[in-house]
């Protein structure tokens, strides 16, 4: 007995519906463009936070040597980050990453590891070498005397 094949009946596809799905499009592209702005501003600030050529530009520097899986090295940051509005007029705050080529230089020209702040004088010299977890009382004590 031959067997007789099952043949789909051709599906026919409905119009879209822009009222429908209109809105659903609208909110994917709105939500692209807030991930997208996202991404280049969080690069953008990445890449000032780590410019440290300005140091030595007639405002004294701070630089955290920073890994960034190091939970040590963002505690150390967010203490940093709760004294910096008290600072920034005077002080420029910068990140040396080692797990960036550039910053693991930098760390080896200073001879420090990770969780460690460089303070640098207006002029670029380096004055101070704080190394470890500080507390924010400790930091603000130390950026004091930059001023």
């Known amino acids: ?20 799905n209109g809105k659903w499009l609208a909110i994917g592209g709105l939500l692209l463009i807030v991930v997208g702005y996202f991404f280049v501003h969080n690069e953008n600030q990445s890449r000032f936070e780590h410019d440290l050529s300005v140091i030595g530009n007639g405002k004294a520097t701070v630089v955290q040597i920073h890994d960034p899986g190091c939970q040590l090295c963002r505690r150390l940051q967010a203490n940093i980050n709760q004294v910096k509005p008290d600072f920034q007029d005077n002080i420029q705050f910068k990140t040396a990453n080692i797990k960036t080529s550039k910053g693991a230089e930098f760390a080896a020209k200073y001879n420090v590891p990770h969780v460690t702040l460089l303070i640098f004088n207006k002029n670029g010299r380096h004055i101070n070498t704080l190394r470890g977890v500080q507390q924010k009382e400790q930091i603000a004590q130390v950026l004091s005397n930059l001023r």
């Open 1 to 20: 007995m031959a067997r007789k094949h099952k043949t789909k009946k051709n599906a026919q596809t409905k119009p879209f519906n822009w009222k429908k």
